[in-house]
């Protein structure tokens, strides 16, 4: 991808007619360390989760949630969000590494599905798109995916990166030698495009503020 122009992105005629409107976002963060745990790293996490810990909020972002787990459900898939909510309010967020932490703090901040990813891993333009039935590719842990009729995938210009309702890749794992962080985000219907700029603009400033990165682009469609 070129750089000069930041992330190539476009949405394909057929997930604009199965899903008109429904956003997609991402962030691109270049020249980071994916750190275990920088200093004043625990003291942002707490502030965070005493946000989004108030009534009103939590109520917007359980509301929202429950919406993401209605969508996986009729793809006959379980969602991953109400589980890592409830987590985080009885036992706040997860302490993994730098990037997969603010993946975390992206989802439940703002309420939404974000992918973390290294973006020096993808090979050529991202395009946002419906599935075939049986498309298939490698997951996470190297499982074997298979793709439902009419699901949202990223496909990069060597095959799909990620099915929304089944998870990312392998190939584009962030590890220790990530430099090049990209977040993106899932709309669906009924969540705008404004919680996905909430969500990775609180991806990119934690990037930027305790990975020494530097915030390239911040993107809704």
Do not use: W
Request: aromatic share 10%; hydrophobic share 35%.
């Amino acid at each position: 991808m070129d750089r000069q122009k930041g992330v190539s992105f476009s949405k394909s005629a057929a997930y604009e007619r199965q899903y008109p409107g429904v956003p997609f976002g991402f962030t691109l963060i270049e020249g980071c360390r994916n750190f275990e745990n920088p200093e004043g790293f625990d003291a942002h996490k707490r502030k965070l989760l005493r946000k989004m810990r108030k009534r009103e909020t939590l109520k917007a972002i359980t509301d929202r949630i429950n919406d993401y787990e209605a969508f996986f459900t009729d793809f006959g898939f379980p969602c991953p969000l109400p589980g890592h909510l409830k987590r985080t309010i009885n036992s706040g967020f997860p302490r993994y590494n730098l990037m997969v932490d603010a993946h975390f703090m992206a989802e439940m901040c703002a309420g939404i599905l974000v992918a973390v990813t290294d973006y020096d891993r993808f090979e050529g333009a991202l395009n946002l798109d419906v599935a075939g039935e049986g498309e298939g590719f490698v997951g996470m842990g190297q499982r074997d995916m298979r793709t439902k009729d009419r699901e949202i995938v990223l496909r990069d210009e060597k095959g799909i990166v990620c099915i929304l309702c089944q998870g990312a890749d392998e190939k584009t794992r962030v590890s220790e030698d990530t430099r090049n962080v990209l977040f993106y985000g899932y709309g669906i219907p009924g969540v705008g495009e404004e919680f996905l700029k909430d969500g990775l603009t609180i991806a990119a400033e934690t990037m930027a503020e305790f990975g020494g990165g530097t915030v390239s682009e911040i993107a809704v469609y």
